[in-house]
């Protein structure tokens, strides 16, 4: 069986700005089979151009169209609900430029939706305009659920905080497109003309990678590297196909990785 992998970026590929060992060599395994793959984030700050530019820097090369964000799947969310449609967004570069390449419109004069993404300098005035202009009745999309997000400093409030905000002061419940919806997952199989039955998700969250993995049915890799631990991944009522220390123990193995 030739698989195809999905993989989420910080946890798995990189952690704080540095490469996880093994991370070069599993990428360079893929490319030498000729293996499909994605590398998929949450994260909607960021343009796959920038993301790439940040991996180059680790030491990865990863081409921008094997990057896969929670704005790109956002986008193709929209386009295919409300093609040519109108949006109010909070957020910075990587999601606007998915929806302006779309062809959406960015206005806050009567949007057909308010979009919320991940933003480091979260706006009173932009929450306050997205709050009227849902209770006005445009739709409410987040692209991810995320409450916090990393920082130097310490954790930052990150898009399912402000979206619990907005959620509260409308009383409107957001569609989150990113993980843990496993849209997300089939936008990424869609992308590379692959199916779920022979694709494998490697992420470091039981509560987004492999949760999203297994709604999608797709095979599942845990990997201790990031956010999760064995105890933590014990907490869950789901279990991932396959859990490992970090993505060096699949270097040698891609081609057959459940394999005794």
Known sequence: MTWTYLTDMDGVLVREEHLVPGADEFLAELRAHDTKFLVLTNNSIYTPRDLRARLLRTGL?????????????????LDSQRPGGSAFVIGEAGLTTALHE???????TAPDYVVLGETRTYSFTAITK???????????????????GPSV??????TGSIAALI?????????????PNPLMMRSALNNLGAHSEHTIMIGDRMDTDVHS?????????LVLSGIS????????????????????????RTRDPFGR
Not at 102 to 108: K, S
Not at 130 to 148: E, Q, S, V, Y
Not at 213 to 221: D, H, P, Q, V
Not at 231 to 249: C, F, H, K, N, Q
């Open 213 to 221: 993995g297994i709604e999608a049915g797709l095979k599942s890799i």
């Open 61 to 77: 090369d990863v081409p921008e169209d094997r990057i896969w964000t929670s704005a790109l799947a956002t986008a193709k969310f």
């Open 229 to 252: 631990t064995k105890e933590s991944a014990d907490l869950y009522p789901y279990r991932p196909t396959m859990v490992i220390d970090s993505i060096a123990e699949l270097v040698g």
């Open 167 to 179: 959620e509260r002061a409308t009383g409107r419940q957001p569609y989150f497109v990113g993980k």
């Open 130 to 148: 997205a709050i009227r202009l849902i209770a006005a009745g445009a739709k409410f999309i987040a692209t991810n659920p995320d409450a916090t």
């Open 102 to 108: 779309i062809g959406y419109v960015l206005t806050d």
């Open 153 to 158: 400093e310490g954790i930052l409030p990150a």
